[in-house]
């Protein structure tokens, strides 16, 4: 008889937390139902508000979505901040690292930007979005050849991509390759006609 008063004590506790959870999960379902409509309004403080009663330190989703918020409400420190504790949560979750980098950039913490960008890369190494904005940092540092190695990978992906092309030859002819600018040049302009960029990049390649 003390066996089965004790069972059923244990089940009356385990029915009481499935239950606690259950409304605690549907609580947390309205509220970021809440924040998305707020959101779609621009009531990004409201938003914010919405989500904050259920923010965990170590919860990767109330992080995600506030950094995500913040960056929206021009918060960029703030938003740095949400970010990172997502990306210290999942470290394998690119989003998280493609959403790190939003804030980072506007704050030019490019070493930051270019951390990120290695980390996608070693997980995913023919991401295009990733080589491509990490060959821009290096073109923007004149760091030619370092460039053209991240380029070079977005045109073998995309060989029909015009900005990949376009950006491959002037890295090549920042670097004193003009033959190898003439070719890349000439295929953005198949891409995109009588573009202005391609076609002066193209004029100093001939020269």
């Known amino acids: 008889m003390e066996v089965l008063k004790k069972l059923f004590t244990v089940l009356i506790c385990l029915f009481a937390m499935l239950q606690a959870r259950a409304q605690s999960e549907a609580a947390m379902q309205r509220a970021y139902k809440s924040s998305y409509a707020d959101e779609a309004k621009k009531n990004y403080a409201e938003a914010i508000n919405d989500i904050k009663p259920f923010y965990s330190d170590g919860d990767y989703e109330s992080n995600l979505r506030l950094g995500w918020l913040y960056f929206l409400s021009k918060n960029y420190t703030a938003a740095e901040s949400y970010y990172a504790k997502a990306v210290r949560i ?4 690119l989003e998280a690292k493609f959403g790190y980098v939003k804030p980072l950039s506007l704050l030019a913490s490019w070493d930051k930007v270019l951390a990120q960008y290695a980390a996608i890369l070693k997980i995913d190494p023919q991401n295009t979005q990733a080589n491509y904005w990490a060959g821009v940092i290096f073109y923007n540092r004149k760091q030619y050849d370092a460039a053209a190695r991240y380029f070079t990978k977005v045109v073998t992906l995309y060989p029909f991509d015009y900005d990949g092309n376009q950006m491959l030859g002037w890295a090549y002819l920042m670097s004193g390759n ?3 600018a003439r070719v890349y040049f000439e295929q953005a302009l198949i ?5 202005a960029s391609s076609t002066d990049g193209l004029n100093k390649a001939k020269n």
């Open 90 to 93: 999942k470290p394998n979750a």
């Open 178 to 180: 003009k033959a190898q």
């Open 191 to 195: 891409i995109k006609p009588e573009d």
